[in-house]
């Protein structure tokens, strides 16, 4: 079974600092990475998503997170936040065979302050 | 991005009765799932459907729950006898090509 962990569960940041969220899976074959953002009061939206390839994803909002196999891990980075980037901050895994459900992580509350 | 959208936004109800929430995904996408996520927890797996029937269900999933897709195009979740602890958001999620595309949610408050 694909298990999914974020050990930051609670992040406070000023504005133009960097962050580093962390993000481990376990699972034995290949896995889709997912990074989603959850901004108050509403749905989940997709960050970036990593299948294969170059292990650097760049993805929406100056998001990008790096896949390192030997790690087993998909760190979500940006250089500078924005108060804006205030919001829960999901690791998501599936398997690429088949159809398979999104195993989601615990999540981070990224806090920004002005 | 095509939407999904989900109904009603918010729902209370009293413990013991039944709920239907509904979703109306993307027309032309084959993959349907329903996650919860409880007030502070992870977003959870419940189920997944494909081609007019579950595909994939979690532990969660118990026989109070059921999913159909009636008319074609709604995609429901029922919970036949709602208990406290069945108060959450439920998000219902598309698979397409670039990927999935999740409802805005209902939150289910059971009192």
């Known amino acids: 079974a694909q298990s999914v962990s974020q050990h930051n569960h609670h992040v406070i940041l000023s504005e133009a600092a960097s962050l580093e969220l962390g993000c481990n899976y376990s699972?034995?074959?290949?896995?889709?990475l997912f990074w989603y953002v959850q901004y108050p009061g509403q749905h989940l939206q997709l960050l970036l998503k990593?299948?294969?390839?170059?292990?650097l994803v760049k993805g929406i909002k100056g998001f990008e997170a790096e896949f390192i196999k030997s790690k087993f891990s998909f760190n979500l980075r940006k250089p500078s936040v924005q108060w804006s980037d205030t919001a829960e901050y999901f690791c998501?895994?599936?398997?690429?065979?088949?159809?398979?459900?999104?195993?989601f992580g615990s999540g981070t509350r990224l806090q920004v302050q002005p | 991005e095509p939407e999904v959208t989900q109904t009603p936004s918010h729902q209370v109800t009293q413990m013991g009765q039944e709920v239907i929430l509904r979703c109306v995904p993307i027309?032309?996408?084959?993959?349907f799932y329903w996650y919860r996520q409880i007030l502070g927890q992870k977003v959870e797996f419940l189920v997944s459907?494909?081609?007019?029937?579950?595909?994939?269900k979690s532990e969660i999933f118990d026989d109070q729950f059921s999913v159909e897709r009636p008319d074609g195009s709604n995609f429901t979740l029922k919970i036949r006898s709602t208990k406290l602890e069945d108060s959450a958001m439920y998000f219902c999620?598309?698979?397409?090509?670039?990927?999935?595309?999740f409802g805005s949610g209902t939150r289910l408050t059971v009192v």
């Open positions: 998501a895994v599936n398997a690429p065979v088949g159809r398979r459900a999104l195993t």
């Open positions: 699972y034995g074959g290949t896995v889709n």
């Open positions: 990593y299948f294969s390839g170059d292990p």
């Open positions: 027309s032309n996408h084959l993959y």
């Open positions: 459907f494909y081609n007019n029937e579950i595909s994939e």
């Open positions: 999620a598309a698979l397409g090509s670039y990927g999935y595309t």
